[in-house]
């Protein structure tokens, strides 16, 4: 069944770039979206469409989705990025339903 | 701004339903283009859909829960809900509805606070 694969956890120090990547069959294909959710929140979406973002959302947060890969890059990383970060697509295959990745949690050390 | 917010029981016995409803302000839940949804995180886990209702009464649910789920929408009071039949442990979880977008991959960009629902004796 298709699924969505990402790194447990993530460290990146201030001001850096943090990447996140989320991997399925041939997610190139699909549309890849990434929500963002702290500690004891609902999530929040921060890309769509692969490459875009909701309005509200800094520019340092980016996303590109290509073969087998999608990955979100958070540029200039804050301490208020840290949070769990999880992507999502829909599985087209006979399951016909929404994928969650399992999340990766960033901590900015 | 569009907001939801969930309401229902949060504790439910074992082998009952857990009932929650969604009520949205702010926009309209008859508006084209939307997939109102039901998403739930069992505690330190991920998230999981569950399934949505569009078009006023098409639904789509997630495969392994499709026996014991039924959303329904009530436009007239702006608010869809979730019954899950035959709750089990397994079943406790923060619960939260949300807005899906047609033509993005199904983005969400509308969420409630989330409901914690337990299921225990």
């Known amino acids: 069944s298709f699924e969505l694969t990402q790194p447990p956890s993530v460290s990146v120090s201030p001001g850096q770039t943090a990447s996140i990547t989320c991997s399925g069959e041939?997610?190139?294909?699909?549309?890849v979206s990434w929500y963002q959710q702290k500690s004891g929140q609902s999530p929040v979406l921060v890309i769509y469409?692969?490459?875009k973002r909701p309005s509200g959302i800094p520019e340092r947060f980016l996303g590109s989705n290509s073969g087998n890969t999608a990955t979100l890059t958070i540029g200039g990383t804050q301490a208020m990025d840290e949070a769990d970060y999880y992507c999502?697509?829909?599985?087209?295959?006979?399951?016909?339903?929404?994928?969650f990745g399992g999340g990766t949690k960033l901590t900015v050390l | 701004q569009v907001q939801l917010q969930e309401s229902g029981p949060g504790l439910v016995k074992p082998s009952q339903t857990l009932s929650l409803t969604c009520t949205v302000s702010?926009?309209?839940?008859?508006?084209?283009?939307?997939?109102w949804s039901w998403i739930r995180q069992h505690p330190g886990k991920g998230l999981e859909w569950i399934g949505y209702?569009?078009?006023?009464?098409?639904?789509h649910f997630h495969p392994s829960l499709r026996s014991r789920i039924i959303i329904s929408v009530d436009t007239s009071k702006t608010q869809f809900s979730l019954n899950l039949g035959s709750v089990t442990a397994a079943d406790t979880a923060v619960y939260y509805c949300?807005?899906?977008?047609?033509?993005?991959?199904?983005?969400?960009?509308?969420w409630g606070q989330g409901t914690l629902v337990t299921v225990s004796s």
């Open positions: 469409q692969d490459t």
């Open positions: 209702i569009y078009n006023g009464g098409t639904t």
């Open positions: 949300a807005r899906g977008v047609a033509g993005t991959g199904d983005s969400f960009d509308f």
């Open positions: 041939k997610l190139g294909d699909k549309y």
């Open positions: 999502q697509a829909w599985d087209s295959t006979a399951a016909s339903r929404v994928v």
């Open positions: 702010g926009g309209s839940i008859s508006s084209g283009g939307y997939f």
